[in-house]
C-alpha cells in the first residue's frame, strides 16, 4: 500500500523559510509524478506544485510562484518543497500527493493517494 | 483561473436518505472535474475523476454526473460514515487552481 509522510511544518515568522518533506513507500516512487497541494485553516484546498518523474516539467501557482521550490530525490524516495519569503497568507496544512492511476492509465492533475500533511504557520 | 462554486454549503440530511451536491465551474471545464471526500483531521481522499468514474474501492452508492460546467455527486442510502466535506477540482485549465469551497454534509 502507498505510503507518504510529511514533515518539517513548523513555526516562522514573515519572510521566513522552511523546507518540507515527503518520504514514500510501497510504489515505485520514481515512475510517480508528484504534487503538493494546501489547506488553509477552514478552507478548501489549493493546488500548489506538480514535478514530473523525472524533474522536467514543474509547475506551480501563481501564488508561490517565485517563492517556493519543489524537487524529488527518486533515489531517497522522497519529494521536498522549499518555502522562501513566506507570508502569513500561506499558513495551511500541506500534503504531498501522488498523481492518481488507474490499472489502465494516469491522469495528471487527480491525486490520490495523499499524506497526512505537516501545518505551516507564518506569524510574527 | 477557473472558479468552481459549490452548493449548498451545507447539506443536511439523514441516513438512508439520498444526498445530491453541486458544482458549477465559471467555465467549460468538459468532464475533466472530480470529486475529493474528505474527513475531520484527515486528508481528502478522491472518489470521482472525470465527471463519473469511481475511484478504485469507491462503493457505488456514489455517482458522479455533469458535463461543461454543471456537476453533480449523488450519494444514494447514506450511511454514517458518508458525512464529510465534499469538495470538487478541476484539471481542464493548468496549473488547475483551487478547489471548490466544499459543501459539508451533516445529520
Known amino acids: 500500500e502507498a505510503q507518504l509522510v510529511e514533515s518539517g511544518g513548523g513555526l516562522v515568522k514573515p519572510g521566513g523559510s522552511l523546507r518540507l518533506s515527503c518520504r514514500t513507500s510501497?510504489?515505485?516512487?520514481?515512475?510517480?509524478?508528484m504534487n503538493w497541494i494546501r489547506q488553509a485553516p477552514g478552507k478548501g484546498p489549493e493546488w500548489v506544485s506538480y514535478i514530473d518523474s523525472k524533474s522536467i516539467y514543474i509547475y506551480y501557482s501563481e501564488s508561490v510562484k517565485g517563492r517556493f521550490t519543489v524537487s524529488r530525490d527518486n533515489a531517497e524516495n522522497a519529494l521536498y518543497l522549499q518555502l522562501n519569503s513566506l507570508r502569513v497568507e500561506d499558513t495551511a496544512v500541506y500534503y504531498c500527493a501522488r498523481q492518481f492511476c488507474s490499472p489502465s492509465s494516469c491522469y495528471m492533475g487527480w491525486l490520490d493517494p495523499w499524506g497526512q500533511g505537516t501545518l505551516v504557520t507564518v506569524s510574527s | 483561473e477557473i472558479v468552481l462554486t459549490q452548493s449548498p454549503a451545507t447539506l443536511s440530511v439523514s441516513p438512508g436518505e439520498r444526498a445530491t451536491l453541486s458544482c458549477r465551474a465559471s467555465?467549460?471545464?468538459?468532464?475533466?472535474l472530480a470529486w475529493y471526500q474528505q474527513k475531520p483531521g484527515q486528508a481528502p481522499r478522491l472518489l470521482i475523476y472525470d465527471a463519473s468514474n469511481r475511484a478504485p474501492g469507491i462503493p457505488d452508492r456514489f455517482t458522479g454526473t455533469g458535463s461543461g460546467t454543471d456537476f453533480t455527486l449523488t450519494i444514494s442510502s447514506l450511511l454514517p460514515e458518508d458525512f464529510a466535506v465534499y469538495y470538487c477540482h478541476q484539471r481542464r485549465s493548468w496549473p488547475p487552481g483551487p478547489f471548490g469551497q466544499g459543501t459539508r454534509l451533516e445529520i
Open positions: 467555465q467549460s471545464v468538459s468532464t475533466s
Open positions: 510501497g510504489f515505485t516512487f520514481s515512475d510517480h509524478n
